[in-house]
């Protein structure tokens, strides 16, 4: 990928990316793939992960994924852990002009609590309107399996949790919630079929990547001017 992006990218604006998908959708494989391809075009790169992020944030990490709660009190403390993660993390980033990559973001809460969970989505969004109001990814690289292809992925030799040990109506409405998602805000989303061989998905994300840092490079000539 790396060679196929072209020119380095020099004394750019920190953009923000984000990796989205159901368990076992294949997501978290691709993460250093594109942190490496940015890298060696010269672009400052910090990768991380929602819930964690931050000591507070891997805490209640912790605590979200395995222990059984209210489902208001787990959207409240995952938009608490996220509050966190973007102070001491990803808008200090930003600001210093490096690109956040993260495992998941706000579009993660739709899915899960308010898909998967049937939280009332305007909850979610007074949420989001609180925590993040002018906030949002650049690029969300969505995911995208069937559910009985997901669950075949999933690690059957460790301790699943809690959130992966839900029956396959909690992913069906989970990915539903990403796919409605993804419709709403296709400027930023792109849908990517996970099915296929991880050299055809990093061929795919090669060119979005490209046209992103392309994208980056005009505004970046553009604002000089």
């Not at 294949?26 to 000591?55: C, M, Q, W, Y």
């Not at 809460?109 to 009332?120: H, I, M």
């Not at 007074?126 to 669950?151: K, S």
């Not at 419709?183 to 792109?190: K, M």
């Amino acid at each position: 990928m790396g060679d196929q992006l072209g020119n380095k990218l020099d004394n750019q604006a920190g953009l923000f990316i984000t990796f989205e998908g159901i368990d076992g959708a294949g997501k978290s494989t691709h993460i250093s793939f594109v942190a490496d391809a940015l890298r060696r075009r010269g672009v400052n790169v910090v990768t991380t992960r929602e819930p964690g992020g931050t000591a507070l944030g891997e805490t209640l990490r912790g605590l979200l994924l395995n222990e059984k709660m209210h489902l208001e009190t787990e959207a409240l403390l995952m938009f608490a852990a996220r509050r966190e993660h973007i102070a001491q993390v990803i808008q200090p980033a930003l600001d210093a002009g490096t690109w956040v990559i993260s495992d998941r973001f706000t579009d993660a809460s739709f899915a899960y609590q308010g898909g998967g969970r049937k939280l009332d989505l305007s909850k979610l969004n007074v949420l989001e309107q609180w925590v993040h109001p002018h906030l949002q990814p650049d690029l969300t690289l969505l995911f995208d399996v069937p559910i009985d292809v997901a669950r075949t992925r999933l690690d059957a030799t460790r301790i699943l949790d809690k959130f992966e040990q839900e029956q396959s109506d909690f992913f069906t409405n989970t990915r539903n919630e990403y796919l409605r998602r993804a419709a709403e805000f296709p400027q930023r989303f792109r849908v990517i079929d996970s099915t296929r061989s991880i050299a055809a998905i990093q061929q795919e994300i090669s060119e979005i990547i490209d046209a992103l840092c392309k994208q980056a490079a005009r505004s970046d000539l553009n604002d000089s001017h």
